[in-house]
């Protein structure tokens, strides 16, 4: 059986802009291997709100999960909720379990609950919460699509409480060789090989070390035996 | 008179493994706010023909400006150029100008111009040449599509060598102040000016340091005088 699929959708203009660097997507692609489901596609808008509806709307229609990192903070410019709600076409409203988060979390800081924080606790109707351990504020699953924080130790945080509740499928292997001849000569050799083990994917990452032309051929696949033989043919191909 | 916009499509099955973390989208994204040209969408396919030429149409349709990163090396797994000449309906084939540039590279190298590496001297009918310093084989744009190399050396040179060539629009200005009051403080304020500002855009980026909430605001637009008076009214509002 193939395994899930997913997609992710980074929200943010600081993104785009360049002023900050994304780390959430890699990340969740190394997580989501590790669980045997397959990351197909990741796509970055910016905070408009037809850009994150018209996004959320095709990758969760064309995947099993949809991962949206950003936009759920208290500032204006935090659209993601209210854009996800009007993709599955729900109604979103402050909830009161989010609203019981949020307030015990103020109490002990000894800080207000005001209007912008409240947005914050505005829940798409028939959404399940992702419990935030750092700043409270909940992310939410609504059908396949697990809404998370930007900032990403929460992000982290909010991936690990959900991910042990997904069914993946057979976790994907690797095994990678470093080959000291320049990627023109692998190509050929690597090609057939590829044809006679089509259960398997191979890539080749060319590198350039002290002058010396290289790559990194990476084998990965769900059945190791079939992954030591195609590494066996490898060695035999390529020795020392 | 707006400014130019642009999208990024980033290739391969290694970022989406997480094997690979990308760089490219961030170097790209800064190089097009300094030149005015605004980045407004990034999406990343695996190496798969069909996810390629519908990104590729997809986006080249819907902006000024296509970047595409990865996939134009000589292994089988490197199908980008082919699929940029089908999303367009183009012929391709090994161009002279392209051979003779890798033949002498090659033959610089003293390595062999054998099939794997006359892959990449195949170019889309009616494409431009995009020059490679590094290890010779080129990128080329078509039509408005920008087909680079994935390893950022290569990348970052290509990029180099195209940007002065492309029309830019007024470069974004930014100015930014760090607030140490938590971003549910700052929020209500900082909404009402960005309604008093609707040409700079603002941002608000949290962070917890030493146990201290507080956000850094970043104000972006094109016009010098304008960000300086809605910094000034920032300021009144959270002096210190």
Redesign the interface.
Known sequence: MPNPTAAML?IG??????????AN?????????DVGI?????????DDAD?ITAAVKALAGAHDHLFTSGGI?????DITAENVARAFGVPIDVREDARAVLQAH?DR?G??L????L??ARIPEGATLIDNPI?AAPGFTLENVHVMAG?PSIFNAMLASILPTLTGGAP?L?QSMQIFR???????P??DL?GRYPDL??????F?RDGVFGAQV?V?GQDGARLDAAMAELNAMFPG
Chains 1, 2 share one sequence.
């Open positions: 980074v203009d600081e993104i785009l802009s360049g002023r900050t660097r994304d997507m890699h990340h969740l692609a190394k997580e989501l291997t397959d990351l197909r596609e990741v796509r970055v808008v910016p850009a903070g208290p500032t204006h410019d103020y800081q800080q207000e005001n209007a912008a924080r947005r914050m700043s900032v994907v690797s320049g990627e023109g000569d692998i190509a050929g690597l090609g590829a994917s191979f890539g080749s990452y060319p350039v990476v990965r």
